[in-house]
């Protein structure tokens, strides 16, 4: 077996690391109408944390993967996750259900569960273990249960049960919240063993291909001995702000070049450090090369799904915010890992791939460099927000004569009004929150239903009552809050909600599409190439 492996896996990188970065002519002839014929293989990437701008605001510096998106490419401009809970957990449940978080009940990365009355992990599943090379490595397990709705891989596995879906992640949530419960492979990154792991939700022993993987492959081989900037620091300074930023989460030596080496062989915090590169990116997709290979993915007529999730976007936005020189130059590298594992695909496969590209959710430049910018921004403490909300609380229980808290905090996290609160109470403490600057309303769930509030509609479509709280803070546009350091993302404004989507293949014409759709739109819309009926999906096919 592993002598077929070894030959399998040879192939694998001779196609990762040597094609030419010239396309393929029948890529040039597929660019045509719109076709009923099924894909044998369809590749759906996430880049996690990857904003719009990030896309546009570099164009004309890449010349790989990320130009192709933009010249050769279906590129919906004015694409959103017109939802509240913009987090890699609710995004990527979006991403391949067509369904919003309310329907896949995947409410945050965490949640408060109502019956259990505890917090749960999105993909939590104490029932399983995570599985590496040498079997059990954590007992505390995952897996798609709390998934409340099939993903286009579950309904493909149903129409199709010959057809093959794979998931590969930089993410635990990322993979399994895109592969669904019926995935033949499902693999992340594990950052406490450094290699490629699975759960025994799907099988009881890593598969020998991804043990072959972890062995001849390891983490280390792609990760030089310092990350350097790959031009010279002038372009920075002229594309990107100044480094050492106000506001940054610095790490280890502050600054490029960031020493990547382990500092023995068994240094546990560089397996975790490697996830804040590029370099994890690029991991990654040789792991997706090495499925497609091994696993002879798109090779008979039943047609196959592979989802692959980048990490390194999300690692590195919030720890250097998205316009940093970190930040571009992730960008930069990540556009040459892409252009290549692009080329091999429609070199490969021709008219018989189609590959789609979106993100889980954007995020928040770091405040300090919006104030820069003549914005509004700010960081407010999450004890500032405390002890408002304890004089809030104050003032409303001598005013309503309740001698108990008004507010409950499940988990520290999670606000729950007192039960014996009536609606109008509960509309009187919205009322004296927003009088606070940095917050621009307060949103109730009793209020919910009937409200033709736009932020309530975007707030509606992520409530799942056994998972969801009573009441929702949302706070002012470009205010960050209870983050000390770097920036985050979760909010209902563009910045958070706006990402790219983007579809290459034959039955898509290239070309920039204006109209404004939503991320519910790509499982329905690769659910129709594949000839899937579902009526179950919030979107529609994409135009």
């Not at 990527?92 to 259990?116: Q, W």
Request: glycine content about 6%.
């Amino acid at each position: 077996m592993y002598k077929v492996l070894f030959s399998l896996a040879t192939i694998s990188l001779l196609f990762f690391t040597g094609c030419s970065s010239e396309r393929a002519s029948h890529h040039q002839a597929s660019q045509s109408a719109e076709t009923d014929r099924k894909p044998k293989l369809v590749v759906f990437i996430s880049i996690d944390q990857w904003h719009r701008d990030l896309l546009e605001r570099y164009q004309e510096h890449y010349t790989g993967g990320f130009k192709t998106i933009w010249q050769e490419s279906r590129f919906y401009t004015d694409a959103y996750h017109d939802h509240s809970a913009t987090l890699t957990g609710p995004g990527h449940s979006v991403l391949l259900t067509g369904a919003y978080p309310k329907k896949t009940g995947i409410t945050g990365n965490y949640f408060y569960d109502r019956e259990a009355e505890e917090e749960k992990y999105c993909v939590v599943d104490s029932h399983t273990h995570v599985i590496g090379s040498d079997g059990v490595i954590k007992k505390a397990g995952v897996s798609p249960r709390n998934l409340l709705v099939p993903t286009l891989g579950d309904l493909l596995k149903e129409a199709s049960p010959q057809s093959k879906v794979f998931s590969v992640s930089g993410k635990d949530r990322s993979a399994i919240l895109m592969a669904g419960k019926k995935a033949d492979g499902v693999y992340w990154y594990d950052k406490s063993s450094g290699e490629l792991v699975t759960s025994n939700y799907y099988e009881e022993e890593l598969s020998d291909f991804i043990q072959f993987y972890n062995l001849n492959s390891p983490v280390i081989q792609f990760i030089p001995n310092a990350w350097r900037r790959s031009k010279p620091e002038a372009f920075y300074l002229d594309n990107a702000r100044q480094d050492l930023f106000a506001g940054e989460h610095l790490i280890d030596n502050k600054n490029f070049p960031y020493q990547l080496a382990p500092q023995s062989t068994g240094d546990t915090s560089y397996r975790s450090r490697v996830s804040r590169t590029p370099f994890a990116d690029q991991y990654i997709l040789s792991a997706a090369q090495h499925i497609l290979n091994t696993q002879e993915l798109g090779m008979d007529d039943s047609p196959d799904l592979l989802s692959v999730g980048l990490s390194a976007t999300d690692y590195i936005g919030h720890t250097w915010g998205p316009y940093s020189q970190e930040a571009l130059d992730h960008m930069l590298r990540l556009d040459q890992f892409l252009g290549t594992f692009i080329d091999t695909l429609q070199q490969r496969f021709g008219d018989d791939v189609v590959i789609a590209l979106s993100a889980d959710h954007g995020v928040l430049p770091l405040p300090e460099y919006l104030a820069q910018q003549g914005l509004d921004a700010r960081r407010i403490p999450k004890t500032q927000v405390m002890d408002d909300m304890v004089a809030i609380e104050s003032k409303l229980r001598q005013e309503f004569g309740i001698e108990e808290p008004l507010i409950e905090l499940k988990e520290e996290s999670y606000p729950f009004f007192n039960p014996a609160l009536t609606l109008e109470q509960k509309r009187r403490f919205a009322l004296e929150a927003e009088k606070l600057d940095y917050i621009n309303r307060v949103i109730i769930s009793d209020d919910l239903e009937n409200s033709t509030d736009p932020v309530a509609g975007f707030v509606s479509k992520a409530h799942y009552q056994p998972r969801s709280r009573d009441f929702y803070l949302i706070f002012t546009e470009n205010y960050l809050v209870s983050r000390s350091l770097g920036t985050t993302h979760g909010s209902v404004y563009q910045y958070d909600q706006h990402v790219p989507i983007v579809l290459m293949g034959a039955p898509y014409d290239a070309g920039h599409v204006s109209e404004k759709v939503s991320t519910t739109d790509i499982a329905p819309t690769l659910a129709k190439l594949l000839g899937i009926e579902f009526e179950g999906f919030d979107g529609t096919p994409l135009p």
